[in-house]
């Protein structure tokens, strides 16, 4: 059986969030990019497809935005989340992305 990563409770096989404090147990990295680098790289994450969601912090960890991942399927739909991340870019120096892949 699998253990959560945050309180160490056992999950059953195949589950997607800790029963007890609801942490995802998707497999997770994390790391820095530039902001004029943002988009690009967010651009080829979602075309990677085995991701289920992305998560975009400034460099102090404060949320900036979360994508999921059926936006990515959908291209039309990926506009607005590109053009907030302009902004974001704009705003921000540095950002930590953290994305869930799917197992």
């Given at each position: 059986m699998?253990?959560c990563?945050?309180?160490?409770a056992e999950?059953p ?7 007890k404090c609801?942490?995802s147990?998707a497999?997770?990295?994390?790391f ?13 994450l ?10 975009v912090?400034d460099?102090n ?15 039309a739909?990926?506009?607005p989340?590109l053009a ?8 921000a ?11």
């Amino acid at each position: 059986m699998a253990t959560c990563k945050n309180c160490g409770a056992e999950l059953p096989e195949g589950a997607q969030f800790c029963y007890k404090c609801g942490v995802s147990t998707a497999q997770r990295e994390e790391f820095m990019v530039d902001s004029d680098q943002l988009i690009e790289t967010i651009k080829r994450l979602i075309h990677e497809g085995n991701i289920r969601r992305i998560i975009v912090n400034d460099e102090n960890d404060n949320l900036l935005m979360e994508i999921p991942v059926t936006v990515g399927i959908i291209g039309a739909l990926l506009s607005p989340w590109l053009a907030a991340l302009g902004a974001i870019a704009a705003i921000a120096t540095r950002c930590k992305i953290i994305v869930e892949k799917r197992k």
